[in-house]
């Protein structure tokens, strides 16, 4: 959900319709947990977003951690991976991606993306 955050900004902020034209669908197939396109497309060609995302990506870890966040069965992430905490951890497990998600937009907007940056 991290790398969805960071590329949803990046998208956002773009003045270049290429970037808006590979940072929007990336940024929603990351949200479903396919992120290959969000890191290999946008955020580790760019550098800063990549490194707004890892960060964003261990609070919200770290945030799992300390609430002993588990999951039942095979890893799935993103909003797919909500199948795995059908019970008592659904909102723990929405609070965590909500977390790991603007955490990594504030910071990519903020700090890792200027608007006339291009690829």
């Not at 890893?75 to 998600?101: K, W």
């Amino acid at each position: 959900m991290a790398q969805a955050g960071a590329v949803l900004a990046v998208s956002m902020k773009t003045i270049s319709p290429k970037m808006k034209q590979i940072a929007f669908p990336s940024a929603f197939s990351a949200s479903l947990g396919i992120t290959e396109p969000a890191v290999f497309g946008v955020t580790l060609r760019l550098v800063k977003p990549f490194i707004m995302a890892m960060i964003g990506g261990g609070i919200g870890g770290f945030l799992a951690s300390i609430l002993d966040l588990r999951a039942t069965g095979m890893a799935l992430t993103g909003i797919p991976g909500a199948l795995l905490y059908l019970n008592e951890q659904l909102p723990l497990y929405i609070l965590v991606n909500l977390v790991s998600f603007s955490i990594a937009f504030i910071l990519t907007w903020f700090f890792g993306y200027k608007k006339e940056q291009t690829l």
